[in-house]
T-cell receptor
């Protein structure tokens, strides 16, 4: 079983819909990252959080340390949000190496 | 600030050959981590360099080696290439000082082994 699990694997939405991507992990962590990867490969860090909630524009990330769960929400989704969204964690005992989920492929149709 | 830069962006090699990939970290960062991302999968940790030494290593064979230079830039070398080494290789830089500093990623090098 992977230490970091994401759901769903694939998600198709209509423009304007509210989107939620979930991430569960099975180990103690010091921080969790949400990353965005567009075709071509480059990865952009969206959020790094260790507690509570962060908001940036239409994106909101929450984390519940006790339940070992995080969610990424996109409000008023747009076709340009189409990308792979990846959850990655800093495991407490692993220094600064990241352990990644498999990613969620999001497609937002106009 | 150019952020993290990787070169080359794309590369085609033949089985058995050797390859060197390069990474320049974001200004002010001293730690470089390398990841391999196979198609449709999440990135897998290869190793991390700090102060010109390999600080951590993932589950990759010795064919994968690296180096960090005094200016913090880094190279990833892969010997005796296999078809299965075809992947996107990502470099991430961070700062060793401070707690939970954010990692910044390069655009990656797409390696195809034929």
């Amino acid at each position: 079983k992977n230490e970091v699990e994401q759901s769903p694997q694939n998600l198709t939405a209509q423009e304007g819909e509210f989107i939620t991507i979930n991430c569960s992990y099975s180990v103690g962590i010091s921080a969790l990252h949400w990353l965005q990867q567009h075709p071509g490969g480059g990865i952009v860090s969206l959020f790094m959080l260790s507690s509570g909630k962060k908001k940036h524009g239409r994106l909101i990330a929450t984390i519940n340390i006790q339940e070992k769960h995080s969610s990424l929400h996109i409000t008023a989704s747009h076709p340009r949000d189409s990308a792979v969204y990846i959850c990655a964690v800093l495991i407490e005992t692993s220094g600064s190496r990241l352990t990644f989920g498999e990613g969620t492929q999001l497609t937002v149709n106009p | 600030d150019a952020g993290v830069t990787q070169s080359p962006t794309h590369l085609i090699k033949t089985r058995g050959q050797q390859v060197t990939l390069r990474c320049s970290p974001k200004s002010g960062h001293d730690t470089v981590s390398w990841y391999q991302q196979a198609l449709g999968q999440g990135p897998q940790f290869i190793f991390q360099y700090y102060e010109e030494e390999e600080r951590q290593r993932g589950n990759f064979p010795d064919r994968f080696s690296g180096h960090q230079f005094p200016n913090y830039s880094s190279e990833l070398n892969v010997n005796a290439l296999l078809l299965g080494d075809s992947a996107l290789y990502l470099c991430a830089s961070s700062s060793a000082t401070g707690l939970n500093t954010e990692a910044f990623f390069g655009q990656g090098t797409r390696l195809t082994v034929v």
